[in-house]
């Protein structure tokens, strides 16, 4: 088990506002090390890489990925939530989780320095005042949870700090939205132990992929904010996988975060969109919750079909100075290209309870 830190606040950074226009018209930018000074937060929080370069045998650096560790760099990105996806039907869940949580591992540790694993926000502060990519672990899929709480301390230890309960498939803790359960279903009573768990523990909870009913029954049970690390909003778009009016409502009266994703046919259907259509969803999403609610999780990697001119992390700066067009202003913008999410996981790590402070729960 990781020791908990004693989060530091970082000092506040004047010059991100312009930094950050910079980089929407196209201007090459600097990150500073210097230390205590804390740049604008650049996040997507979901990705697929690992997955992606264990079946076709690539290393973080090639270019054929989508978001490469060249092109987070050169776009600007210094935080990505890195997840451990586990397909349907997998014979033993907990290995696969293990063999790419230590896969992350690696490739963060062959990043020649320009990289590092965070468990906290107060890492996640440290780690951009030094100018390199923070990586978020996360678990995409609870049937990797096969020993409950125990399986999450586990992995914990490795360094994960986010957790989706479902993929598409259901498992004994939530309903996942492809295949909601009529009896019995939402979150179980184990899911509901496991969210306080989370909650204890400072790690991050995840409700992309599950059932609404299990969303709003996770949004209720726990006691921090929660976020949908890539799911976009159903009024735009009809399909089962995006956040109803009332379930955007909920989260983001919770003090949480959607991560609109790329994902064409969850964008809009019938003919490709492309990156101005993802411009007027974020707009559309921030108007309807507010810019302190919404954030980007393109899900690249991840095998999506990506919009025109939204191919990869090296288009993230089109897309930040088409959000200026769409009308955002530089503090919603900063707001939705990253600021949210240290926000988010800062509320999270402090309602947190130590192992020693929790008496008889988990």
């Known amino acids: 088990m990781l020791e908990p830190a004693i989060e530091q606040p970082g000092t506040a950074w004047s010059g991100g506002g312009e930094l950050l226009r910079k ?12 230390q205590g ?13 690992v997955t992606a370069m264990m079946d076709r045998g690539l290393t973080w650096q090639d270019p054929s990925l989508e978001a490469s560790l060249p092109a987070l760099l050169d776009a600007g990105v210094n935080v990505v939530v890195q997840a451990a996806w586990i397909p349907r039907g997998v014979e033993d869940p907990r290995g696969v989780a293990l063999g790419k949580l230590h896969r992350l591992r690696n490739m963060v540790q062959r990043s020649g320095g320009r990289a590092a694993v965070v468990t906290g926000p107060e890492q996640l502060e440290q780690v951009l005042r030094d100018g390199r990519l923070a990586v978020i672990l996360a678990l995409e899929g609870g049937t990797a949870l096969t020993q409950g709480i125990a399986t999450l301390d586990e992995f914990r230890a490795l360094g994960l700090s986010m957790v989706g309960l479902t993929w598409t498939e259901s498992s004994s803790y939530a309903d996942s939205s492809a295949e909601p359960r009529t009896k019995g279903g939402g979150l179980t009573a184990a899911g509901r132990s ?6 204890n523990r400072g790690i991050l909870l ?11 029954e996770t949004i209720a049970a726990s006691r921090a904010p929660v976020l949908a690390s890539h799911s976009n909003d159903r009024s735009q778009r009809a399909v089962p996988r995006n956040l109803s009016e009332s379930l955007l409502t909920a989260l ?3 003090g949480g975060l959607v991560g609109v994703m790329f994902h064409g046919p969850f964008l809009r259907a019938g003919a490709r969109p492309n990156r101005t259509d993802v411009a007027a969803h ?11 609610h919404v954030g980007i999780g393109s899900d690249w990697d991840g095998r999506i079909r990506s919009p025109v001119g939204l191919q990869g992390s090296r288009d993230l700066p089109a897309l930040y100075r088409d959000l200026k067009v769409a009308g955002l202003t530089d503090q919603e913008l900063r707001l939705v290209a990253g600021d949210n999410l240290l926000r988010l996981w800062r509320q999270v790590w402090e309602l947190r309870v130590p192992a020693a402070h929790r008496g008889g729960s988990p």
């Open 252 to 254: 983001a009266r919770k």
């Open 206 to 216: 995840d409700v992309s992929h599950m059932s609404d009913r299990a969303t709003a």
């Open 37 to 49: 000074l804390l740049p604008p937060v650049r996040a997507d929080l979901h990705l697929d890489t």
């Open 23 to 34: 980089a929407a018209e196209g201007e090459s930018v600097q990150l500073p090390r210097a």
């Open 194 to 199: 496991l969210v306080k768990a989370c909650n």
């Open 282 to 292: 974020v707009k559309a999403l921030v108007d309807r919750i507010g810019a302190e």
